[in-house]
């Protein structure tokens, strides 16, 4: 009885949760690579707007420098900031650089996160949106690397978790009503 309840609730969470993938595709002692792959019932364009202008509504609170004493933002263009913000604008934080932009379909950003900064890392971090059928496909992939006596290989499985953690709280606000109208996105410079 145990294992079919497991079934049904492992069923229920595909169909109500979309579809989520996670996946650590390489990893050494002084670098790794992981991919995280959610499915959302909105288009490309609506993920777009949301992915850059509405960060500081779906990025987890608990993975900022100053928690909910802060604001986050994307200026989706090349050489654009990632960048966190205390409430009282003294304490500030470039999490990224922005480096490559298509609007609709590729944000990449450069630079280490979190601790990885600290520690003299650098990365290549890139959400990729394509339409699929009843919505988009957004794929978080994260590259980083660099020397460290610190052996990366033990940090990847947390890192993959909160990479996890962070496409997920797109995904969630992507399917939530008010997100169908995500707005404070900007368009990029023609």
């Given at each position: 009885?145990?294992?079919?309840?497991?079934?049904?609730?492992?069923?229920?969470?595909?169909?109500?949760?979309?579809?989520?993938t996670?996946?650590?595709?390489?990893?050494?002692?002084?670098?790794?690579?992981?991919?995280?792959?959610q499915?959302?019932?909105?288009?490309?364009?609506?993920?777009?707007k949301?992915?850059?202008?509405?960060?500081?509504?779906?990025?987890?609170?608990?993975?900022?420098?100053?928690?909910?004493?802060?604001?986050?933002?994307?200026?989706?263009?090349?050489g654009?900031?990632?960048?966190?913000?205390?409430?009282?604008?003294?304490?500030?934080?470039?999490?990224?650089t922005?480096?490559?932009?298509?609007?609709g379909?590729?944000?990449?950003l450069?630079?280490?996160?979190?601790?990885?900064q600290?520690?003299?890392l650098?990365g290549?971090?890139?959400?990729?949106?394509?339409?699929?059928?009843?919505?988009?496909?957004?794929?978080?992939?994260?590259?980083?690397g660099?020397?460290?006596?610190?052996?990366?290989?033990?940090?990847?499985?947390v890192?993959?978790?909160?990479?996890?953690?962070?496409?997920?709280?797109?995904a969630?606000?992507?399917?939530?009503?008010?997100?169908?109208?995500?707005?404070?996105?900007?368009?990029?410079?023609?």
């Amino acid at each position: 009885m145990g294992r079919i309840a497991i079934a049904c609730a492992a069923a229920l969470l595909l169909i109500v949760g979309g579809t989520a993938t996670a996946a650590v595709k390489d990893v050494a002692a002084n670098g790794f690579s992981i991919e995280n792959e959610q499915v959302v019932p909105v288009d490309p364009a609506t993920a777009w707007k949301a992915l850059v202008g509405d960060v500081d509504r779906w990025w987890p609170k608990d993975h900022t420098w100053w928690g909910k004493a802060s604001r986050l933002s994307i200026e989706p263009r090349a050489g654009g900031c990632f960048c966190e913000v205390g409430l009282d604008g003294r304490q500030q934080a470039l999490h990224m650089t922005v480096s490559f932009v298509d609007p609709g379909k590729t944000l990449r950003l450069l630079g280490g996160l979190g601790p990885l900064q600290g520690m003299g890392l650098n990365g290549a971090m890139e959400f990729r949106l394509a339409p699929v059928d009843g919505g988009t496909r957004i794929t978080l992939a994260y590259r980083a690397g660099g020397y460290t006596p610190d052996d990366l290989s033990k940090f990847v499985p947390v890192i993959d978790k909160v990479q996890g953690l962070q496409l997920g709280g797109l995904a969630d606000y992507l399917r939530k009503p008010e997100a169908r109208g995500a707005g404070g996105a900007q368009e990029p410079p023609k």
